[in-house]
């Protein structure tokens, strides 16, 4: 049984059927009456009105055309506009991704009156098109995309060519003018103009809601600091045949992040034929057991806590052995230190001692306080949580003491060093530029008593312990080394590293002075002759921290002015002491 499915007909169809049958029925009268010549005249008349009403249609939508292209499909911009985003800018204007107007390639197989010569001529003007897709929208039985992003120029000159059947429809390609510079941070975004990684993808709502005012939206970073710490850390990368890299520039006060690198890195331009490994914003989503950076937190906590002063005594002539393992120390000193000697020779049985005198409560307490028990708090997506202990027993707060059974992201360990360096207020980062003159807008983790000492302890960690090679003449870095021993197979390889180093500049003048904090970190660096064979973090990751600074310094205005801590002055733990603010 079948059943009749009821037809639908617009007014205007019926109307003109009711035409045609009624000039065919005057059509037969006419032949009846034998009058010839007014069906002549008749037929005449109606060519004339099908030639008359064919012609006020393509009036009609030549004119829609020309008066509401935008408003239509079919190609026109408003196939596009709905996917514009705002310019991207660092914060000093200097573009960093952009809309451009491309064109989009199609092809009607229907309209080609010779399939070898458009072939040929295809595969001439686009080198880089693929035989197989050609050749299947040559097969194909409609009017078919081909390939985009054509510019302007190379749309004029395909469409100079003349092929029947070859058309174009504009559309709106993403483009990044600096290629790699700040890929990680920029990030990309698709064909339809959604963000997908950086801060494309973090701002993309930012970001497309400005496009219709053509407005620019600035991020944080100083192109010119952003240089220079790719240029130093991708030259140490190589040179330590590294399997990668993370470099971080953030102003303390504001948490603004003036500059970040990964290596590998990728061109956003062309981010799908990326190796994956080189997607990754290693600052961000990666997490690092960070070594003996971490004994800044430490030693800060033990001194706000008043567990001790920076004369304050850890018995550190023997190793310490608990819970069925053994903590040495890699610079061993064999005797008693005061809290100072401990961080510049980065003892890992003193800072041990001292976290175990302050406690595990203390030690959360105040690792929870510098963000180190969360992902750091920034806009970037990408932003990873930390792998933490299962269990805040001794073992695990003597570990982290020293950087291991903790692992951060190094965006993470940035702005809890801004907390330490800022006067003790914990700033969220930022990839958004902060209104000049800002201060210091969070929650306040540890006393300006407490900052100012470790300023100091840290300064004089670059002139006397062990971060001597990140020294930038007249410019007052101070620092912590960092040499962590990965898990391989469930165990610390000794000779596999991530070496890293924090410093700070300038140590000296007001808590309130401008104020910066640079990381560079090297995943699995190897030893060179310049080295000696040594990957830790002073001989690897310390020198790239102290070209980085020297160059960046004029940029930030920082004026170079005479050391105050002569190299070659020793301290006791009583002069020492007076650091305690």
Do not use: C
Not at 547 to 558: M, Q, T
């Amino acid at each position: 049984m079948s059943l009749a499915h009821p037809t639908f007909e617009a007014p205007g169809w019926r109307w003109l059927k009711d035409r045609f049958w009624g000039l065919e029925r005057a059509f037969e009268r006419a032949r009846a009456a034998g009058r010839a010549e007014d069906d002549t005249r008749i037929r005449i008349f109606f060519v004339l009105a099908l030639f008359a009403a064919g012609f006020a249609t393509l009036a009609v939508g030549a004119t829609r055309a020309a008066l509401f292209s935008d408003a239509l499909g079919g190609g026109g911009r408003g196939a596009y506009a709905g996917a514009s985003r705002a310019d991207l800018v660092d914060r000093n204007g200097a573009l960093l991704a952009a809309d451009l107007l491309h064109y989009g390639l199609y092809l009607d197989p229907r309209e080609i009156w010779d399939t070898a010569e458009t072939r040929r001529v295809l595969m001439a003007a686009l080198p880089n098109l693929s035989h197989g897709r050609l050749e299947r929208a040559l097969r194909a039985e409609r009017r078919v995309f081909l390939t985009g992003g054509l510019t302007p120029e190379a749309r004029a000159r395909i469409h100079a060519l003349g092929l029947p059947g070859v058309t174009f429809e504009p559309e709106e390609r993403r483009v990044y003018p600096l290629g790699q510079t700040a890929a990680h941070l920029i990030g990309f975004s698709d064909t339809g103009g959604k963000g997908l990684a950086g801060a494309e993808l973090a701002l993309n709502d930012t970001v497309r809601e400005a496009a219709p005012a053509s407005g620019n939206v600035a991020l944080s970073i100083d192109l010119r600091v952003q240089a220079a710490l790719e240029d130093e850390l991708f030259r140490a990368a190589e040179a330590h045949q590294a399997k990668g890299a993370v470099g971080i520039v953030t102003n303390v006060h504001t948490g603004e992040i003036l500059g970040v690198a990964s290596y590998p890195t990728f061109d956003p331009n062309v981010a799908g034929r990326a190796d994956p490994e080189a997607l990754i914003n290693r600052a961000a989503a990666s997490v690092y057991e960070m070594g003996s950076t971490f004994k800044v937190f430490t030693v800060a906590l033990g001194l706000d806590s008043g567990t001790a002063t920076l004369a304050t005594t850890f018995d550190a002539r023997a190793p310490l052995v608990m819970a069925g393992r053994t903590i040495h120390d890699y610079h061993a000193e064999n005797k008693v230190m005061s809290v100072a000697d401990i961080f510049m020779h980065s003892s890992n049985i003193g800072t041990t001692k001292l976290a175990l005198q302050a406690g595990s409560e203390t030690v959360q307490k105040y690792y929870r306080a510098f963000g180190l028990l969360s992902a750091a708090p920034v806009e970037l997506n990408e932003s990873a949580r930390p792998i933490l202990p299962r269990r805040w027993d001794d073992n695990a707060v003597a570990s982290s003491s020293f950087g291991h059974a903790i692992s951060v992201s190094p965006l993470a360990l940035a702005a809890g060093m801004g907390a330490i360096l800022n006067g003790g207020t914990y700033v969220p980062l930022t990839i958004r530029p902060v209104k000049p003159g800002a201060g210091p807008q969070g929650t306040r983790v540890v006393s300006e008593a407490t900052s100012r000492a470790m300023l100091d302890l840290m300064r004089i960690n670059v002139v006397r312990g062990t971060g001597g090679k990140a020294n930038a003449p007249g410019l007052r870095v101070g620092g912590k080394t960092g040499s962590a021993e990965k898990v391989i197979n469930g165990r610390y390889a000794r000779s596999t590293l991530v070496s890293s180093f924090a410093a700070v500049f300038p140590t000296d003048g007001p808590l309130e002075a401008d104020r910066y904090f640079v990381l560079i970190l090297l995943d699995e660096p190897k030893g060179t002759r310049e080295t000696y064979g040594f990957a830790t973090g002073g001989w690897t990751a310390a020198p790239p921290a102290g070209r980085v600074i020297d160059r960046i310094g004029p940029f930030l205005g920082v004026e170079r002015r005479p050391d105050l801590i002569p190299v070659d002055k020793t301290f006791t733990p009583e002069q020492l002491g007076a650091f305690e603010g």
